[in-house]
């Protein structure tokens, strides 16, 4: 059993009844295979984690047809896209995780490192950890926008991560 998110992840009975049904099951079906709700939650992390490496996965073998610009540009919008798709998930990857949910993390470094070998392992893990806080941190205010202004946000979070990203990682390196 995979080690459990520190109280990170709150599930009200109402949320987990809503979710049952709409999954077609029942609270007892779902204790046939779990012990408590921090094991679905951490199940559900770890799927979605999996599920997201891969992904950045493509975009790494993908990456090196591509120009430094259109590769960020691409990263970028994977990033993004992760945080409106799944924000509180975004949320969780920043705090101390099971190896499997931190993999993503070491899968941008990766990522980064791949336009960039002269970066360390340590600033690459440093520029991920940036992309993260940077998108959870926007996420909120993406999310309390009004409808005509949730894209410029995005524009906004877009410019900014685009910015770091060559200025920090794919030119100097230090």
Same mark, same amino acid.
């Given at each position: ?6 109280? $990170? ?24 295979? =779990? ?32 120009? /430094?610009?259109? =590769?960020?540009?691409? =990263?970028?919008?994977?990033?993004? /896209? ?10 969780? $990857? ?75 990682? $794919?030119?100097?390196?230090?």
């Amino acid at each position: 059993m995979p080690s459990r998110p520190s109280g $990170l992840v709150r599930v009200t009975p109402q949320q987990e009844r809503s979710a049952l049904r709409l999954a077609g099951s029942s609270i007892g079906a779902l204790y046939n295979y =779990f012990p408590d709700k921090q094991s679905v939650a951490t199940t559900l992390l770890i799927q979605f984690a999996e599920e997201e490496r891969a992904r950045l996965q493509i975009l790494l073998a993908e990456s090196k047809h591509m120009s /430094d610009a259109r =590769f960020v540009e691409t =990263f970028v919008n994977r990033m993004v /896209d992760l945080g409106r798709e799944r924000p509180a998930w975004l949320r969780l $990857l920043a705090e101390p995780m099971p190896f499997r949910i931190d993999s993503v993390r070491r899968t941008i470094a990766e990522a980064v490192r791949s336009r960039n070998p002269s970066l360390s392992q340590k600033r690459a893990m440093v520029a991920a950890n940036v992309v993260v806080y940077s998108i959870k941190g926007i996420m909120p205010l993406y999310q309390e926008a009004p409808a005509e202004s949730k894209e410029l946000v995005l524009v906004e979070l877009r410019k900014m991560l685009t910015t770091y990203i060559v200025r920090n990682t $794919l030119r100097d390196g230090k």
